[in-house]
């Protein structure tokens, strides 16, 4: 029977040493966590502060480079505004007075309105200078009507009309040839379409031009059609080439209008 008692009693005396080990390392734990724990602080202070100014740097930087995408937006919003301003004013009749003169006497009147329109696909997209625009048959647009900018000049006519869309040919359209005028001198000329937004004219020798000279489609309303790029003339030619470009970049027209 004695012998019974100890070997129960042994398993009871095991669990209690356990117990106690574990409370005195617990104890000791926290004592150490206790004391070391002002100096772990302490020494875990710099490495916070680096975080955070690291943190701050780059949230700054951040924010120091969405401004600057802004700034590259509102630049580049505010040089196409200007530039389409600019077209606006360099579309206006040099002499609007006399001209509002003497559609009158004639019995007609500057044309306000039209059709407004989005360029769907343009060139490169499209061959031989042609836009898509998505007015159509059903938003009352005819075949032939004239396509302007917004800001005025004249860009092409309606050449094929579908339901909610349309082809427009641009008059910079290869071989497409259009009356027109030179404005510095009032001379007569066919100006012919090369591609690409391109014209070519071919003058008297003698005919005064000059680049940036406005060309105007020969119509009583005089409307931009394109501005001189450059001239050419050989010493020996009687005639001279002059070559004129769309006063806009086609590959970034975005909207036109259509007026009958």
């Given at each position: 029977?004695k012998?019974?008692?100890?070997?129960k009693?042994?398993?009871k005396r095991g669990?209690?040493k356990?117990?106690l080990?574990?409370?005195?390392v617990?104890?000791?734990?926290?004592?150490?966590?206790?004391?070391?724990?002002g100096l772990?602080?302490?020494?875990?202070i710099p490495?916070w502060n680096?975080?955070?100014q690291?943190v701050?740097?780059?949230s700054?930087?951040?924010?120091?480079?969405r401004?600057?995408?802004a700034?590259?937006?509102?630049n580049?919003q505010l040089?196409e505004?200007?530039s389409?301003l600019?077209l606006e004013l360099s579309?206006r009749?040099?002499?609007?007075?006399?001209?509002?003169?003497?559609?009158?006497?004639?019995?007609?009147?500057?044309?306000?309105?039209?059709?407004a329109?989005?360029?769907?696909?343009?060139?490169?997209?499209t061959?031989y200078?042609?836009?898509?625009?998505?007015?159509?048959?059903d938003?009352?647009?005819?075949?032939?009507?004239?396509?302007?900018?917004?800001?005025?000049?004249?860009l092409?006519?309606?050449?094929?009309i579908f339901?909610?869309?349309a082809?427009?040919?641009?008059?910079s359209?290869?071989?497409?040839?259009t009356?027109?005028?030179l404005?510095?001198?009032g001379l007569s000329?066919i100006l012919?379409?090369e591609?690409?937004?391109?014209?070519?004219?071919v003058v008297?020798r003698e005919?005064p031009a000059e680049?940036?000279d406005?060309?105007?489609s020969a119509?009583?309303?005089?409307?931009?059609?394109?501005v001189?790029?450059d001239?050419?003339?050989?010493?020996?030619d009687?005639f001279k080439?002059?070559?004129?470009r769309?006063?806009?970049n086609?590959f970034?027209?975005r909207?036109v209008?259509?007026r009958?």
């Amino acid at each position: 029977m004695k012998m019974n008692y100890l070997q129960k009693s042994r398993p009871k005396r095991g669990r209690r040493k356990l117990a106690l080990f574990l409370l005195g390392v617990f104890f000791f734990g926290f004592t150490v966590f206790y004391f070391l724990s002002g100096l772990i602080i302490s020494a875990a202070i710099p490495f916070w502060n680096a975080e955070n100014q690291l943190v701050k740097t780059l949230s700054d930087w951040k924010e120091i480079w969405r401004g600057r995408l802004a700034l590259v937006s509102e630049n580049i919003q505010l040089k196409e505004k200007i530039s389409s301003l600019e077209l606006e004013l360099s579309a206006r009749p040099a002499a609007i007075d006399g001209n509002d003169t003497l559609l009158s006497l004639l019995g007609r009147k500057a044309e306000d309105g039209g059709i407004a329109a989005t360029v769907l696909v343009r060139p490169p997209q499209t061959p031989y200078d042609i836009i898509i625009i998505d007015a159509g048959r059903d938003d009352g647009v005819l075949a032939d009507s004239q396509v302007f900018l917004p800001e005025g000049p004249v860009l092409g006519t309606i050449s094929e009309i579908f339901p909610s869309s349309a082809k427009v040919k641009l008059f910079s359209s290869a071989g497409e040839k259009t009356a027109a005028i030179l404005e510095r001198s009032g001379l007569s000329t066919i100006l012919e379409g090369e591609g690409g937004g391109n014209f070519r004219a071919v003058v008297p020798r003698e005919t005064p031009a000059e680049k940036g000279d406005r060309i105007l489609s020969a119509d009583i309303f005089s409307r931009l059609l394109a501005v001189v790029e450059d001239i050419k003339i050989e010493p020996t030619d009687s005639f001279k080439e002059i070559f004129a470009r769309s006063p806009r970049n086609l590959f970034n027209i975005r909207f036109v209008v259509v007026r009958p």
